[in-house]
């Protein structure tokens, strides 16, 4: 994104800002349940300021933290395995297939009967549903290395477990970084919506809990609150992406 | 010391008949000789390169190295692939890509490796090239990066799958001279697979030619040049231009055959 264009989106973002504040001073909507923006951004300030929404922020990060990692962890472990070893992945497609189908809010009732409604069952629901798109993308990446490459690292004399570590990893390090990104958005989705199930703490329980009690602007503060997270988070993956996978842009810019 | 006997190698395609790439073939390399193999397009000459590499499993025959059957890949042989832009790992610079050839050995240093990967480096003329990435390259310093990585790794055996193909002339020339020169000090054994006749015999000590498919050895042909060989004077020796008529004139028959 040029500097241009990351300008005219912010005077576009104000734009609608002004709107908004214009639609609630003049009473073309409903003032309680849509308040002007300064209000929002007041509150949302207090919130901030007071440290109150940080220690949610903090809880909630720590759930999306903990589940994601976990699932790559464990997908990208799987992935590996049934990209690369055509047994592993006959003795588990139907199952990964299966449980894939399923939208993730769905066992999110199972998941309270065996977990109960603490951390475990929300940290869970977060590892099943990005588990997912990281396993694919890590088995479609295996199973397109170029098999002279990997041919090249059996001539070299490489025992399976270091050609997986040292070719087959790195060779499909550009689609697990596809699924990891997936899997991020995915992460903050889920935290919010197990926060809204059953919590006393965290990001979603906060709107919940304000919308509940009918402190209106702190809802939308929290929310405001959530997406620049997300931004955040996904402006850290970008930079992260784009230093760990700049020989795969220079090597897709060259083959164009 | 390295020895093929009755290879047979078929493939199943996933429709139709069976393709038989080698019918049977039979030859032998001895200890630090320079070996090539010519032969028509698609008679084999790749798979026969896998099988003695022992990448590929041949349906009937077998392959010995100092008299051991090669059932996987062996200690020592090291095969440089036709496709070599794709053996090259695209996430390595070329150091640590050249560094790659010496990792899996016990007993060396990172320095120690880095300054071996940064000698043959230089020896195959990519110096001020070691932080580049692969697809930086152009498809000759690509090549040599694949040698570089094969012979710093010392190999009693090299196969080679027609390095040189897809090169201009004058790289083609460069390269091969200093491939000779690497081979010489370092006394390995080469098994060099090529479709130019000229480059086979300017390079060989004996040249096997293969059929068209199914393959076999149809003939041996020694060559009897003097080295260091001349780009320009061997090329002219009356034997150098006697042994290329009659490869071209064998090939021909068995390109007319297809
Ligand atoms: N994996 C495969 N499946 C089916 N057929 C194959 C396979 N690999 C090779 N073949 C067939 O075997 C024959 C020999 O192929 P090979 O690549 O060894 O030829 P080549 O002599 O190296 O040709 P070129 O000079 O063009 O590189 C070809 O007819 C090809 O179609
Ligand atoms: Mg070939």
């Known amino acids: 994104m040029t500097r241009e264009s990351r300008w005219t989106g912010f005077g576009f973002l104000a734009l609608l800002v002004l709107l908004w504040e214009a639609a609630g001073q003049y009473g073309w909507v409903h003032k309680l349940f849509f308040p002007p923006a300064t209000k929002i951004l007041a509150s949302f300030l207090q919130i901030v300021v007071s440290g109150e929404v940080l220690g949610h922020v903090g809880v909630s990060l720590w759930r999306a933290g ?5 699932a790559a962890l464990v997908a990208i472990t799987l992935g590996v395995l049934m990209g690369y070893w055509r047994p592993v992945y006959e003795a588990f497609e139907v199952v990964v297939e299966l449980l894939r189908a ?4 769905a066992i999110i009732p199972v998941a ?64 697990i970084m596809t699924g990891l990104r997936i899997a991020l958005a995915i992460a903050l989705i889920l935290v919010v919506i197990s926060e809204m199930v059953g919590a006393t703490s965290g990001i979603g329980y906060f709107i919940l809990d304000s919308q509940r009690s009918f402190r209106i602007p702190q809802m939308y503060a929290g929310m405001l609150v959530l997406a620049l997270l997300g931004y955040g988070l996904n402006r850290c993956f970008l930079l992260l992406d784009a230093r760990l996978m700049a020989w795969h842009k220079g090597l897709t810019a060259r083959q164009r | ?55 590929s499993r041949p349906t009937a025959g077998r ?8 059932t996987g890949p062996p200690e020592g042989l090291i095969l440089l692939f036709q496709e070599y832009n794709k053996s090259l ?23 120690e490796m880095d300054a071996e990967a940064r000698r043959y480096i230089d020896l195959v003329g990519l110096k001020g090239f070691e932080a580049h990435y ?39 020339i460069e390269l091969e001279d200093a491939l000779l020169r690497l081979w010489e000090s370092l006394r390995a054994t080469i098994l060099f697979v090529t479709h130019d006749i000229e480059e086979a ?52 028959k068995e390109m007319a055959k297809a």
């Not at chain 2, 393709?19 to 090539?36: H, I, M, N, P, T």
């Not at chain 2, 695209?90 to 899996?104: C, H, I």
């Open chain 2, 63 to 70: 392959v010995l190295l100092h008299g051991r059957e090669v």
């Open chain 2, 89 to 111: 790992m695209a996430w390595r610079s070329v150091l640590r890509n050249v560094r790659f050839g010496l990792e899996n050995r016990a007993g060396m240093g990172r320095a």
């Open chain 2, 1 to 55: 010391m390295l020895e093929v006997r009755d290879l047979r190698k078929e493939f199943q395609p996933l429709s139709g008949q069976p393709v038989v790439a080698l019918g049977s073939v039979s030859f032998r390399v001895e200890a630090g000789q320079f070996v090539s193999i010519v032969g028509p397009s698609g008679c084999g000459k790749s798979t026969l390169l896998q099988c003695i590499a022992g990448l």
């Open chain 1, 112 to 175: 309270i009967v065996f977990l109960g409604i603490g951390d475990q069952m929300k940290v869970f629901i977060i590892l099943f549903s990005c588990a997912f798109p990281i396993l694919v993308n890590t088995m479609d990446g295996v199973r397109s290395v170029d098999p002279v490459l990997i041919r090249t690292a059996r001539t070299f004399g490489l025992a399976q477990a270091s050609l997986v570590w040292k070719v087959v990893l790195p060779a499909a390090s550009p689609f």
């Open chain 2, 134 to 172: 692969p697809w930086e390259l152009s498809g000759g310093m690509q090549q040599r990066v694949a040698i570089a990585r094969a012979l710093v790794r010392h190999p009693e055996v090299l196969l080679m799958d027609e390095p040189f193909g897809s090169l201009d002339a004058l790289t083609r």
């Open chain 2, 201 to 252: 015999v300017y390079l060989s000590d004996r040249v096997y030619v293969l059929s068209h498919r199914p393959s076999q050895v149809i003939e041996e042909i020694e060559v009897k040049l003097e080295r260091p060989r001349n780009q320009l004077t061997t090329r002219e020796d009356p034997r150098f231009i006697g042994a290329r008529h009659h490869i071209f004139e064998l090939i021909s």
């Open chain 1, 102 to 105: 399923l939208p993730p809010p």
């Open chain 1, 66 to 70: 903990l589940g994601y990692a976990l």
